[in-house]
């Protein structure tokens, strides 16, 4: 399994960017899916996920701003991110928590990571 991250970018506060998040490789079921994002100097942080039984959840300083979505047909789970401001600067990462087979534990998949930058 692999996920590949991409949309990042550099944009003016007040902007918008989408980000991206492209699964491959085979399955049994996914749990959840996750953003993180990695500030220079910050620890990671959990941005928005989307898990089963659970819905969305959001991090305070994105609610009403960002919206976590996925596509099944794609295997792809999306990051809105509206009204940006220069606080969101940081790398961003798609994890998600995954079943390999019927008979396998979750375990954790990380995407590469996608840099966005957002300029006062």
């Known amino acids: 399994v692999q996920l590949q991250a991409s949309g990042g970018g550099l944009v003016q506060a007040g902007g918008s960017l989408r980000l991206s998040c492209v699964r491959s490789?085979?399955?049994?079921?996914?749990?959840?899916m996750h953003w993180y994002r990695q500030a220079p100097g910050n620890e990671r942080e959990l941005v928005a996920s989307?898990?089963?039984?659970?819905?969305?959840e959001y991090a305070d300083s994105v609610k009403g701003r960002f919206t976590i979505s996925r596509d099944s047909a794609k295997n792809t789970v999306y990051l809105q991110m509206n009204s940006l401001e220069p606080e969101d600067t940081a790398v961003y990462y798609c994890?998600?928590?995954?079943?390999?087979?019927?008979?396998?534990?979750?375990?954790?998949?990380w995407g590469q990571g996608t840099l966005v930058t957002v300029s006062s």
């Open positions: 490789g085979s399955i049994f079921r996914i749990n959840a």
């Open positions: 994890s998600e928590e995954i079943q390999r087979t019927e008979w396998s534990a979750l375990q954790w998949y």
């Open positions: 989307i898990t089963a039984g659970r819905g969305t």
